[in-house]
């Protein structure tokens, strides 16, 4: 592994760390949802999460273009 693709893999890790935090706020502002009505509702973070997931993934398993492989 080259330089390179560390820092792609630093990169990569570190957006997964903002889709944490991004879901630690979403599930808190649905808890509080439930909270006040007093009953557990539709996981609706799911849907951005999920969609959030997606393409983070599919960033890391599509060749990106522009540059050669040296393989």
């Known amino acids: 592994m080259d330089e390179r693709d560390r820092k792609e893999l630093r990169e990569w890790i570190e957006e997964w760390r903002y889709w944490l935090g991004g ?7 649905w808890g509080v949802q439930c909270f006040r009505r007093g009953e557990l509702r539709f996981y609706w973070p799911l849907t ?6 997606a393409v983070l993934i ?7 273009g522009g540059e050669p492989d040296d393989s």
């Open 23 to 29: 879901a630690v706020i979403l599930s808190a502002i």
């Open 48 to 53: 951005p999460l999920a969609v959030w997931a």
């Open 58 to 64: 599919a960033v890391a398993v599509w060749p990106r």
